[in-house]
């Protein structure tokens, strides 16, 4: 059971690939990029995790008491922000796409000439 | 592991499946609030408020990015 | 190529990149039995060293804080990119086709009461950033949140009053330039960039940690800003007739 976590990181990243690689629409291939990015977080918290651990803030515990990795946190919460600004040009960049071919599905899209 | 972090890990990954598979894009995106709700509670139970805080601005505001993106490009969502 | 053809190169590539990562999970420490790290000795050295009691806050906006740095701009780009796949086609001062939308009673007096929580809620979470869960990112977009808010109740209209584009834009540029200037005074005071040189404070109290909150207020301010142009963005195209194209 304990390498549970990591299967469901290493499932969820496929499963967004396999989104991502079968989408018929840009919006929702975005979407299945995000739950692919998803999956690093659970990776990266799942890795620091220390069974019976407290969170890393003292504010209501004396310093001391066992705790959980913080530089996983605190990388996953850059990932987070990152995925979000990501996301968020991502969506531009289709509707920009649809904006000028009339469609959002990847296959009818023609190589870019100039 | 405890019960309830094998559960939540489970609903988890069934619910980031069910995201992928929703082809439908106006269900997929409120199944992807769902999602960022259970990651924040994954989160919480794995000892990271911090990241379980930001996962669910995040899960709240995103949706809100794509269903305007959705609207723009109208009926030809689907 | 075909399409069949790309779906059997991405079957096998997938297939191939999922072995790797299996392969690579197995070395893994056993999930719940994380050894003896770096974290460890910061989760002993930061609260002495900092005054903080949030110590991912303090990686991020201290021990990182040049990373974070990066971070905050890989935002900002964001921003300014999708501002310029959206402006092209369309001049500064499109502001056609504003809507009063009609909702409900129930939602204008449940939003109405909801914003001012929601406001005070974002400031408690960006001050306390270096005390507790939270920080200047997930309370920027809290912030960023109430001002959608007035679009819900309100409409375009009053969302495009609050949101004054050259406002926010000036808001989110100086949000992100204070995070440089703390580093280039921590340079002038004879530190290295964005080395922590204030006074750190008093432990568990509000103003603690020395250049952490104040970074903290600036990410704060940079994160409301740059969502609320998300939205404005968004919003604004959204409302342009679509018979453009």
């Known amino acids: 059971m304990n390498v549970l976590p990591y299967a469901i990181a290493v499932w969820l990243f496929l499963a967004g690939l396999y989104g991502v690689a079968t989408s018929r629409n840009l919006i929702h291939l975005i979407v299945c990029l995000s739950v692919a990015q998803s999956s690093t977080y659970i990776l990266l918290i799942a890795i620091g995790y220390r069974q019976g651990a407290g969170a890393p803030i003292f504010m209501y515990v004396p310093i001391g008491t066992p705790a959980v990795d913080p530089v996983v946190q605190a990388l996953a919460l850059t990932d987070v922000v990152v995925s979000a600004a990501m996301t968020a040009l991502l969506l531009a960049v289709a509707v920009r796409i649809y904006k000028q071919t009339g469609t959002l599905d990847p296959q009818k899209l023609r190589p870019l000439r100039s | ?78 | ?245």
């Open chain 3, 1 to 245: 190529m075909t399409v069949r053809s790309r779906q059997i190169m991405a079957l096998g590539s997938a297939a191939a990149l999922g072995l790797l990562l299996v392969w690579g999970v197995m070395r893994l420490p056993d999930f719940g039995a994380y050894p003896e790290s770096y974290g460890d000795m910061l989760n002993a050295a930061a609260v002495a060293e900092r005054h903080v009691t949030n110590i991912p806050s303090a990686v991020n906006f201290d021990y990182r804080a040049f990373d974070t740095l990066g971070e905050e701009f890989m935002l900002f780009v964001a921003v300014a990119g999708l501002a310029v796949l959206f402006r092209e086609q369309r001049g500064q001062s499109d502001r056609k086709n504003l809507s009063v939308v009609q909702v409900s009673e129930a939602v204008r007096w449940m939003g109405s009461g909801l914003i001012g929580f929601t406001v005070l809620f974002g400031m408690m979470i960006v001050l306390h950033g270096s005390l507790t869960p939270g920080g200047g990112f997930q309370g920027g977009l809290i912030l960023a949140m109430a001002v959608l808010l007035i679009y819900l109740i309100r409409g375009d209209e009053a969302f495009e009053r609050v949101s004054r584009r050259a406002f926010v834009e000036a808001l989110e540029a100086s949000g992100a330039g204070a995070y440089i200037l703390i580093g280039l005074a921590m340079l002038a005071a004879g530190g290295m960039f964005l080395e922590n040189l204030l006074p750190i404070g008093r432990l568990r109290e509000v103003y603690s940690g020395g250049t952490i909150f104040l970074i903290n207020l600036a990410t704060g301010v940079e994160v409301s800003a740059a969502f609320v142009l998300l939205f404005a963005e968004f919003l604004e195209e959204s409302r342009k007739p679509s018979s453009e194209r």
């Open chain 2, 1 to 78: 592991m405890t019960v309830i972090q094998v559960v939540v890990f489970v609903l988890v990954a069934v619910c980031g499946t069910a995201v992928v598979l929703m082809r439908e894009p106006y269900r997929q995106t409120f199944l992807l609030s769902l999602y960022g709700l259970l990651l924040s509670m994954l989160f919480v139970i794995l000892a990271a408020p911090d990241v379980a805080l930001s996962v669910i601005v995040v899960g709240a505001a995103l949706p809100l990015m794509i269903l305007t993106a959705l609207r723009i490009v109208g009926k030809h969502s689907t």
